[in-house]
């Protein structure tokens, strides 16, 4: 009640003085630390910045809703420069309070064709280890954020495209594109923070087939599984659509809105928290295997003889 009452009437420029004196009363109030407060007061400065041309990030200043726009021709293959600039706007989402994010792509027919084969072939370990440490990290701002994110998938999504869209809390897809992680069929075993965004979004039972038969699914199936939650027709639709979804929590606390989240997430941010490093181990060693190497050579050149 307290906290409603608070954030329903700071929704104009405080000034750092005000704030400091928010601050206290309700630090006094409710003994929480201070520096945690500070972090909770809700928006107050929304941006819309250039940033980086590999991620744009352009801000509504009314609903203070973020659009981010991954901008890598012609499939938003996921590099580790695509990684960094999406790791550095997710930051800044964090640090501009914003109320909402989507996430969408500039390519016409592909949200993202997952990762960059090329940062996964004939693999240099350093750039590797950064390009796998920076991917983590993504997921932990993007699945952990304390704004409620989705996405408005404007093309196909395999593999990590349809990985950074099950990141989101809620997804809507344009039709007659294919979605879903197809990792088994090029003969990748999924890594930990995969399966647990997967098991987050549908049944442990639909997880299960989906990832091990590595199922690509169209829109329509999609939508049937759970693994979307609307189809719209085009992409500004979708955005429009993901809108909605957004402005859905203006009713809600954010404060409480966003520890619910994190309790529901929480112990999947641990689980990968707790074993980056082995994470990394695992999937350098899968990764290095002749036979591995074999077989995405090989796919990257059937996807270039199309
Ligand atoms: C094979 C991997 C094996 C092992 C990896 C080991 C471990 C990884 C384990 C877990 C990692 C976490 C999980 C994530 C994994 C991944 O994301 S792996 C990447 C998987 N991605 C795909 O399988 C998608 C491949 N691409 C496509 O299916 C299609 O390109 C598309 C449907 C997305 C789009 O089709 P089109 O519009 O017809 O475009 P083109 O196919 O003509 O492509 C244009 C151009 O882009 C190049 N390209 C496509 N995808 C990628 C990519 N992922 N990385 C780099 N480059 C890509 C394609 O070769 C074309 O190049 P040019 O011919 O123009 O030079």
């Known amino acids: 009640m307290l906290l409603t009452l608070f954030e329903s009437h700071t929704h104009f420029f405080l000034s750092m003085f005000q704030k400091m004196i928010l601050t206290k009363i309700i630090s006094n109030t409710l003994s929480l630390h201070k520096k945690q407060l500070i972090e909770?007061?809700?928006a107050v400065r929304y941006f819309s910045s250039p940033t980086n041309p590999l991620v744009?990030?352009?801000?509504n200043d009314k609903s203070g809703i973020a659009v981010v726009t991954m901008n890598r021709k012609p499939v938003n293959g996921l590099s580790l420069e695509l990684f960094e600039a999406m790791s550095k706007a997710l930051d800044d989402l964090e640090n501009n309070r914003i109320r909402g994010a989507i996430l969408t792509s500039s390519c016409p027919t592909v949200f993202?064709?997952?990762?960059?084969?090329?940062?996964?072939?004939?693999?240099?370990?350093?750039?590797?280890?950064?390009?796998w440490?920076?991917?983590?990290?993504?997921?932990?701002?993007?699945?952990?954020?304390?704004?409620p994110t989705a996405a408005a998938i404007n093309g196909h999504a395999p593999a990590g495209g349809c990985f950074l869209a099950?990141?989101?809390?809620?997804?809507?897809?344009?039709?007659?594109?294919?979605?879903?992680?197809?990792?088994?069929?090029?003969?990748?075993?999924?890594?930990?923070?995969?399966?647990?965004?997967?098991r987050n979004t549908v049944s442990n039972r639909e997880a299960e087939k989906a990832l091990t038969l590595g199922t690509?699914?169209?829109?329509?199936?999609?939508l049937k599984i759970g693994l979307i939650d609307e189809i719209a027709i085009y992409k500004v639709k979708a955005i429009e659509r993901c809108e909605n979804f957004l402005a859905q929590f203006n009713n809600v606390?954010?404060?409480?809105?966003?520890?619910?989240?994190?309790?529901?997430?929480?112990?999947?941010?641990?689980e990968l928290e707790n074993c980056r490093e082995e994470d990394f181990n695992i999937f350098w060693s899968n990764l290095i295997e002749p036979s591995v190497q074999k077989q995405i050579g090989d796919y990257m050149q059937s996807l270039k003889k199309k």
């Not at 932990?140 to 954020?145: N, P």
């Not at 404060?255 to 997430?265: D, N, P, W």
């Open 216 to 222: 690509l699914y169209s829109t329509e199936d999609a």
């Open 40 to 42: 909770w007061l809700p």
């Open 166 to 198: 099950i990141s989101c809390e809620y997804r809507v897809m344009c039709p007659d594109y294919k979605i879903g992680l197809n990792e088994t069929r090029l003969g990748i075993i999924a890594p930990i923070f995969l399966r647990a965004s997967m």
């Open 56 to 59: 744009n990030v352009d801000v």
């Open 112 to 131: 993202s064709a997952g990762l960059d084969l090329n940062e996964l072939y004939q693999p240099d370990k350093k750039r590797f280890k950064a390009f």
């Open 253 to 270: 606390s954010s404060i409480a809105r966003s520890f619910t989240k994190r309790s529901l997430r929480q112990k999947d941010l641990e």
């Open 133 to 147: 440490t920076t991917f983590q990290d993504v997921w932990l701002k993007l699945y952990g954020s304390s704004f």
